[in-house]
């Protein structure tokens, strides 16, 4: 936690939601807003308010946000969760494994840049033991699914979104059909 | 699984297949999709895979994202290229529509009718057969060939083409309209001389046809049949001399 004016907000991959995470991202993704006003909306919510800032130097303004990007520790890789009394796993073994399958349905979500893009890419990969492929795959279950896991703490998205972002980045390379050059 | 190396493994129709997957948004499913089709496998297949497993074929096969060879083949089996200068109007207005309309898609419609059976005159001088055929029947015909023995009369075409349109430039450049201008608002007199030109534009050709024939139907097929390169040096003089 951390204290910002006299109020103590989540800041902490371990304190902070999935939902707080991806809500988080969406406001830095915003390319129309600058960087003081991201700021302000992320402490927004939380409940500060921008006219809870007006006696605050810039100064003041910079050390909160410098305390509150303070992120301490690397959380590691879950491969299983419990949700609703269900076993959900997302690899077996030592090592995460990305399958083609997942890749494919990740990418279609990335692409899409809706709000809730984390929780969705982490239902496809947490898979329930006794659910076939195309129940796992069904979009009102991955839906249903991100919906849970929303309310889970961000320490398990981070590792999976480095993960992946590391091995798209590395295995696909980005193909254009040629252009004809006469 | 057996993985093609490089274009000239590749037929016309599995290059049409591949380039119509283009249209797949996701890169990375694009590529799987592209790879399913190279291998002659389903995609569901490969979907099991480990992604760096898939990531070694798809280095296997980044000779997709180059062009095949320009340098097609003139004589393939019983067909020769005719050469461009000789093209009639007829088969110079339905190559126009089919490189206007997705020319991949249409390759071997376009090649159907750039590469002609052919005969040797008592003359010893090369002859053509009539274009009297339809395209859509006689496509499939190049399905199976080698796509780099083809693929080169798309740029050799698209080359002719600009040189043609350069060289009659005053009979395809009227009145193209100022784009900047389409958002404001229009009088009536403007509104209906848009829709004409609009009309005009989607009955160029037959406009064109209907007047070089003097309005006679019965006389389309010998219009069709005359020299693009006369044709288009009348309709110049016609133009210039105001005729």
Known sequence: ?182 | MKLPKSWSEIDVLQFKEIRELYSIEEVFAREIEILSALAGVSSDELEDLDVSEVSNMLNDITFINSEPSKNYKRDIEQWKVKPLSKLTCGEFIDLEYFFANDYIKHLCHIASIMYRQHTTNEWGQLSFEPYEFNPFDRHELFDEYCINDIYGIIPEYLSFRQDFMDKYHLLFNEEDGDEEDDNKPMTSDESKAQAEQKSAVKWGWERLLYSLCNEDLTKFKQVTDLPLILTFNMLSMKKELNL
């Open chain 1, 1 to 182: 936690m951390v204290k910002i004016l006299d109020k103590e907000i989540p800041n902490q991959l371990k304190e902070l939601t999935v939902q707080q995470f991806e809500d988080i991202t969406s406001i830095h993704a915003q390319q129309d807003l600058d960087a003081i006003e991201k700021h302000l909306k992320v402490f927004e919510l939380f409940g500060i308010t921008e006219n809870d800032f007006e006696h605050t130097t810039i100064e003041q303004f910079k050390t909160y946000v410098k305390d509150f990007n303070n992120i301490k520790g690397k959380p590691e890789l879950q491969s299983t969760i419990e949700l609703d009394g269900y076993k959900y796993t997302a690899f077996e073994g030592e090592e995460f494994k990305l399958s083609v399958r997942d890749t494919k349905h990740i990418e279609k979500v990335m692409n899409s840049r809706h709000k809730g893009y984390i929780s969705e890419m982490l239902a496809i990969l947490f898979k329930r033991d006794d659910l076939s492929k195309s129940e796992h795959y069904d979009t009102t279950h991955i839906k249903h699914k991100s919906k849970m896991i929303r309310e889970l703490k961000s320490e398990l998205a981070v590792p999976y979104l480095v993960e992946i972002g590391q091995k798209l980045s590395k295995e696909i390379k980005r193909n254009e059909a040629p252009e004809i050059v006469e």
